[in-house]
């Protein structure tokens, strides 16, 4: 099937920036697009942003436009989610998933464990 892994999560202040990268792995990983969304305590999973392993930008969250990139390294299996002028408020467990590239948790069949970024103020 499909497996993902998170790295690259971590503590960074305010108006800093990191880089997430999901490595995808099974033998039907490439049938699907890779979508990043996020958790925070007490909410809801949202949506962040998706592409296609063809490069098809399937879009962002109005929340993280201008500030966030998705990419892919289709040689290394990977995609990335650069983050740029963080704010306390992207404060979450972000995961990566494999699936349909819609912008609803229920479309993505496969997930990461997620790896967990904090915002500090």
Avoid: H
């Avoid at 993902?4 to 697009?33: H, I, K």
């Avoid at 990139?69 to 040689?75: C, H």
């Avoid at 306390?88 to 990461?112: K, L, M």
């Amino acid at each position: 099937q499909v497996q993902l892994v998170e790295s690259g999560g971590g503590l960074v202040q305010a108006g800093g920036s990191l880089t997430l990268s999901c490595a995808a792995s099974g033998r039907t990983f490439s049938n699907y697009a890779i979508g990043w969304f996020r958790q925070a305590p007490g909410k809801e999973r949202e949506f962040v942003a998706a592409t296609t392993w063809s490069g098809g930008n399937l879009g962002y969250a109005d929340s993280v436009k201008g500030r966030f990139t998705i990419s892919r390294n289709n040689a290394k299996n990977t995609v990335y989610l650069q983050m740029n002028s963080l704010k306390a408020e992207d404060t979450a467990v972000y995961y990566c998933a494999a699936g349909a590239g819609s912008t609803f948790v229920r479309g993505y069949p496969y997930w990461g464990q997620g790896t967990q970024v904090t915002v500090s103020s």
